[in-house]
């Protein structure tokens, strides 16, 4: 199963692809956890980007195009993948076509009242992405991840100036993407306001 998670930031793209993921055993290729990864071990892309990612901006389509392309050629992404962020541009979905084939993309709804609610209570495990809310899905122990025990931080992007910096790119660059998948058919969308297992249960319907 090919699929792509298209949506604002913070709508549970991440939340939903991790537990999707988990249930057919597909891989979650999330664009931002690979070059958060970057910045983490300061390779060259990650010097290069820091500061555009943390302002909220998008990191320019033939870096992230290249990482796509890197990561779908390993054998486990042969069979299906759940590509979380990605594309986020025409240019990118261009170049996506050439790549692969989808199955569906699915659009996750919100609104920006309720992301920003989100956005500001996320919470995540740095070396593994795995993300909480401190009210809608807090971890067992507070501050804490629930897998390693290791601290939790807040996203340097999740700031009040970065995420509506963010909301802005993601309307005038990613949200015409909509109508991209929708001309080829292969649109969804899901309303990402109800609880997380109600997300999910969606979710599962919408690609059966
Ligand atoms: P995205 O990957 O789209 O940016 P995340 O999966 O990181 O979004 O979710 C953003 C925040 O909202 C996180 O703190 C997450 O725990 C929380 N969250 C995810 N899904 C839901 C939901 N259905 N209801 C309430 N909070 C949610
Ligand atoms: P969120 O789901 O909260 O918007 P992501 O983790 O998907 O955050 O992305 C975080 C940041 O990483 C983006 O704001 C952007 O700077 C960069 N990024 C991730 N994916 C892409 C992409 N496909 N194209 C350009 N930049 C990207």
Not at 58 to 87: C, M, N, Q, Y
Request: glycine fraction near 8%.
């Amino acid at each position: 199963m090919k699929l792509v998670f298209l949506g604002p930031p913070g709508a549970g793209k991440g939340t939903m692809a991790g537990r999707l993921s988990e249930e057919k055993d597909i891989p979650h290729i999330s664009t931002g956890d690979i070059i958060r990864g970057a910045i983490r071990n300061q390779t060259d892309l990650g010097k290069k980007v820091k500061e555009i990612v943390e302002a909220g901006g998008l990191v320019p389509d033939d870096l992230t195009i290249s990482l796509v392309e890197e990561r779908l050629g390993k054998s486990d992404a042969r069979e299906g993948f759940i590509l979380d962020g990605f594309p986020r541009t025409i240019a990118q979905a261009d170049a996506l076509k050439k790549m692969t084939s989808l199955d569906r993309v699915i659009n996750f709804q919100l609104d920006d009242e309720e992301i920003v609610k989100r956005l500001s209570g996320r919470r995540v495990h740095k070396a593994s992405g795995r993300t909480y809310h401190i009210l809608f899905n807090p971890p067992k122990t507070e501050g804490k991840d629930d897998v390693t025990g290791e601290d939790l931080i807040t996203r340097p992007d999740d700031t009040k100036q970065s995420i509506e910096k963010r909301l802005e790119v993601y309307r005038n660059q990613t949200a015409p993407l909509i109508s991209y998948y929708k001309e080829e058919g292969i649109l969804t969308d899901l309303d990402s306001s109800p609880s997380p297992d109600a997300v999910f249960a969606d979710l599962l319907a919408a690609v059966s």
